[in-house]
């Protein structure tokens, strides 16, 4: 081994014990050169990335709540729709029992008044008995109509 000798006469045992401990795992930095570099931490850039990730969390729980929000949205005017040509179906004129899950055809005549009928718009003849057909329909069985096509 080459290099310079330790003169021990020369240390001062007092001065290094001040610059040692009995419980290095407390000091706040690496106590030799083989320890784990102890770095202190950004508190802002922690602070910084756990907010960045907060809000895209919740911004992504958000986005669940609105498309549910939507469906039942959609949910609830089908409903309505369902209930609105129901009302109209029970104020037209039907000429026989409608049974339920049985496919019926909405129209309107020239007076304004609606009928039910079983017969399809391709289906009439020459002769048809009414102006405008507004919506082929289906009898559910809460007796309210089911919308299957409308004429647009």
Do not use: C
């Not at 080459?2 to 240390?11: R, S």
């Amino acid at each position: 081994m080459t290099g310079k000798k330790i003169d021990v006469e020369k240390l001062d045992l007092d001065l290094m014990k001040e610059k040692t401990t009995e419980n290095p795992g407390t000091l706040p930095y690496a106590h030799h050169a083989g320890s784990a570099l102890i770095k202190p931490e950004d508190k802002g850039k922690i602070t910084g990335r756990a907010v960045a990730a907060m809000h895209s969390q919740t911004d992504m729980q958000m986005a669940q709540i609105y498309e549910q929000m939507k469906l039942l949205a959609d949910q609830a005017k089908k409903i309505q729709a369902r209930v609105e040509v129901s009302e109209r179906i029970y104020q037209a004129s039907i000429a026989f029992e409608p049974l339920i899950n049985h496919r019926y055809f909405l129209y309107q005549k020239s007076d304004g008044t609606d009928f039910m009928s079983m017969i399809a718009p391709e289906e009439w003849g020459r002769k048809k008995e009414w102006a405008n057909f507004v919506a082929e329909v289906k009898l559910l069985a809460d007796h309210t109509w089911e919308i299957l096509r409308e004429n647009s």
